[in-house]
């Protein structure tokens, strides 16, 4: 057995725009930490560090636990329940503050 170790340093994103393949690692490494968060993957052998600021680190984990209400929110009740809008909207509000913070966009629109 593997254990995967995942480091993201949203402290280093500035430039990200910029840099295609970098994005794309970064939007996989928050696709990964999700999975994990949904228990879709072996979290037992994975080990997550996030690098940042106290203010980037607390936008985003609020955006992380906002895509994790969603889409716990959209498996058990569907696109169109309430509370899957609700949860959206709270994703989209939360995209945005993360986006004021990081000065990048959220990879996962």
């Given at each position: 057995?593997?254990?995967l170790?995942?480091?993201?340093e949203i402290?280093?994103l500035?430039?990200l ?8 690692k970064y939007?996989?490494?928050i696709k ?10 072996d ?7 996030i ?11 609020k955006?992380?636990?906002a895509?994790?209400e969603?889409?716990?929110s959209?498996?058990?009740?569907g696109s ?9 909207e709270?994703?989209?509000?939360e ?5 004021r913070?990081m ?7």
């Open positions: 057995m593997f254990k170790n995942v480091v993201l402290n280093k500035e430039n725009q910029d840099d295609e393949s970098e994005a794309q939007a996989d490494t990964d930490i999700l999975k994990s968060l949904l228990n879709y993957s979290t037992s052998r994975q080990s997550i560090s690098l940042g600021t106290n203010s980037q680190l607390r936008s985003f984990v955006m992380l636990k895509e994790k969603f889409m716990e959209y498996r058990d009740y169109d329940h309430l509370q899957t809008v609700a949860a959206k709270k994703v989209e509000k995209a945005q503050q993360f986006e913070t000065g990048i966009e959220w990879p996962l629109k």
